[in-house]
């Protein structure tokens, strides 16, 4: 119900909330505002998915992308070069001002060795919060640090994780 319906029509994926009752569907308004804000900002860059439209408050269109999600790949079937090209392509968004947020292993794509990231409804982009905007980005950017360390760890059993802020932590504790 919280989640947007996603299809795929050839080489375009479109994602909307239309048919979802009212706070899934100002949940998804916003959500995919802050996809479109996201994709704006990394344009262009090679491993994230193109901004095609808005159509709707309640939709958007992105291109495809090809690849196996990272959680449906085994140790071994990981490349060192593909998980280095995956950690620079993290760094590209990070240095373009956009943090994901939910770099989980199934908005990590494989095809051919190429790394892809996908699915932008929960990124920070610099300047939101211009008050809040350093704090908020920086512990984001942790959060997707932290994700590649689980990545390095699952695939080549070493990894240094990050220090996660506070807030973090105690959830972590207590859970």
């Not at 939709?59 to 060192?80: F, H, W």
């Not at 059993?157 to 996660?164: K, L, Y």
Request: charged letters at 25%.
């Amino acid at each position: 119900m919280w989640k947007a319906s996603v299809r795929q029509e050839g080489e375009i994926i479109i994602k909307e909330y239309s048919g979802a009752p009212f706070l899934p569907r100002l949940f998804g308004r916003i959500s995919l505002s802050w996809e479109e804000a996201a994709l704006r900002r990394l344009e262009g860059l090679p491993g994230v998915p193109a901004l095609i439209s808005r159509p709707t408050p309640h939709a958007i269109q992105i291109s495809a992308v090809k690849g196996r999600p990272l959680d449906k790949m085994k140790k071994g079937e990981l490349t060192e070069s593909c998980f280095q090209r995956l950690v620079s392509l993290v760094h590209g968004i990070h240095n373009r001002g956009v943090a994901h947020g939910d770099l989980h292993q199934r908005n990590i794509l494989v095809d051919q060795d190429q790394p892809s990231v996908i699915d932008f409804s929960t990124a920070y982009v610099k300047g939101r919060i211009p008050l809040l905007d350093g704090w908020i980005l920086r512990n984001v950017i942790l959060l997707d640090l932290e994700r590649l360390y689980k990545v390095e760890r699952k695939f080549f059993d070493r990894g240094e994780p990050p220090r996660m802020f506070f807030l973090y932590r105690m959830i972590k504790r207590f859970r």
